[in-house]
């Protein structure tokens, strides 16, 4: 395998914005495992290992919920070396969906301080 496929092979496919669907959105951030990754990467660095995550689940549970944001066009996942970094498409919701990312963000921390879980 030459350098150039091998680099082309841990590539991963991506929605273009204009393909990210609202009902995708939506489905992706229902999820409280999915959700709680968004809110670390909205809250945290602008990237984020996918190994930084402790999350409740399975390892291969867990990729699962990061394909399904990354399908959903939540968020853009590249290979740095051998980990694999995360970035929340903050920008392309905005432009999709304009205020809809920070109307989730701000319930979510809405609930957590009425206690609800």
Do not use: W
């Amino acid at each position: 395998m030459t350098r150039q496929s091998a680099s082309a092979s841990r590539e991963l496919e991506h929605p273009a914005r204009d393909a990210i669907r609202l009902e995708s959105v939506l489905h992706a951030l229902s999820d409280p495992v999915r959700l709680s990754v968004v809110r670390r990467l909205a809250d945290g660095p602008p990237e984020q290992v996918c190994s930084s995550f402790d999350l409740p689940v399975s390892k291969s549970t867990c990729t699962h919920h990061f394909r399904v944001l990354r399908e959903s066009g939540v968020i853009n996942q590249v290979y740095r070396g051998t980990a694999k970094m995360n970035a929340l498409r903050d920008a392309d919701l905005e432009a999709l969906f304009p205020g809809l990312l920070a109307a989730v963000l701000a319930a979510a921390r809405a609930q957590d301080g009425r206690g609800a879980g």
